[in-house]
């Protein structure tokens, strides 16, 4: 679910910055900062970089114990902090500002998804709301550190509540694990 969800709100991001900018080019990726060796992806200059940072299990939401009924686990409801960094070199650093500057209003515009006004959310996504956390500068030192990158100006939003439950699973991933060729 998480290797569409990203995708999918980076791919309403990138409509957005296209329609207020008058941009033809595509400007967002979901990717890594860094390669295997710690170098810049070279695919991701000029672009909104879009990288998860952190996943956890939502504590407040808790169904504990087996299902009788169903015979299953209860859901499991994740949240996804996500790092959105503007990857523009030094010549195009006030660019790079005006592209993050967009993405805060994005959000700020819409810190909802559901099946209503993003069709293309995978079924079992009821709905996702998205707020800017703050991190101290020990916090976001760590994580950039941990990326392998240099600073780039960014902000890390948390993706809250995506259900996952035994059923969703089994639709999402065995068949692609057992497609007969």
């Not at 976001?140 to 439950?165: A, C, H, Q, T």
Request: aromatic fraction near 12%; hydrophobic fraction near 40%.
């Amino acid at each position: 679910m998480i290797q569409n969800v990203l995708p999918i709100i980076g791919s309403q991001l990138n409509e957005y910055l296209k329609s207020s900018f008058g941009e033809v080019d595509d400007r967002v990726i979901v990717t890594s900062i860094g390669n295997s060796s710690g170098a810049s992806t070279i695919d991701s200059e000029n672009k909104i970089t879009i990288t998860l940072i952190n996943v956890e299990e939502e504590k407040l939401i808790r169904n504990t114990g087996y299902n009788q009924f169903s015979g299953s686990n209860p859901s499991i409801y994740i949240n996804l902090y996500v790092l959105f960094a503007a990857n523009f070199p030094e010549n195009n650093y006030r660019e790079g500002l005006r592209f993050l500057s967009a993405v805060i209003y994005f959000f700020q515009g819409q810190h909802t998804f559901n099946p209503q006004n993003t069709p293309s959310l995978p079924a079992e996504v009821e709905k996702i709301t998205v707020e800017i956390i703050n991190l101290e500068f020990p916090v976001l030192s760590n994580i950039w550190s941990m990326l392998g990158g240099k600073y780039l100006p960014s902000i890390v939003y948390k993706f809250r509540m995506l259900n996952f439950n035994q059923y969703a699973m089994n639709e999402e991933i065995i068949p692609l694990i057992f497609t007969p060729k």
